[in-house]
């Protein structure tokens, strides 16, 4: 079983930036596309942004194409996200989680997402 630690999160004002980090432990890292999700209060958790095992390819939810930045680094067992132009609405805790299963062949479907941490809270102010 793999344990995700978010971290970087904090308050920053609309425009602003920030990276999100989060740190595997437990299995093969590199083995595992991996992903960023959201929750804001009193809505249902949504997906960020998903990241293939080597980096080759990358995915993004609509709203957040153009301002945030998946990437990876498989030597320090990190995904990282990079959040710039924040506005309010940002404001959610953001979540990291692995594949279910090793080496597949495809990016994970929004379901096929196991292991999560704990969340990292990231509040925007106007």
């Known amino acids: 079983q793999v344990q995700l630690v978010e971290s970087g999160g904090g308050l920053v004002q609309a425009v602003g930036s920030l990276r999100l980090s989060c740190t595997a432990s437990?299995?093969?890292?590199?083995?595992?596309?991996m992903g960023w999700f959201r929750q804001a209060p009193g809505k249902e958790r949504e997906f960020v942004a998903s990241?293939?095992?080597?980096?080759?390819?990358?995915y993004y939810a609509d709203s957040m194409k153009g301002r945030f930045t998946i990437s990876r680094d498989n030597a320090k067992n990190t995904v990282y996200l990079q959040m710039n132009s924040l506005k309010p609405e940002d404001t959610a805790v953001y979540y990291c989680?692995?594949?279910?299963?090793?080496?597949?062949?495809?990016?994970?479907?929004?379901?096929?997402?196991?292991?999560w941490g704990q969340g990292t809270q990231v509040t925007v102010s106007s």
């Open positions: 989680a692995a594949d279910r299963v090793p080496a597949r062949p495809v990016l994970p479907g929004l379901g096929d997402f196991g292991s």
């Open positions: 990241i293939s095992r080597s980096s080759s390819n990358t």
């Open positions: 437990g299995r093969t890292f590199s083995s595992y596309h």
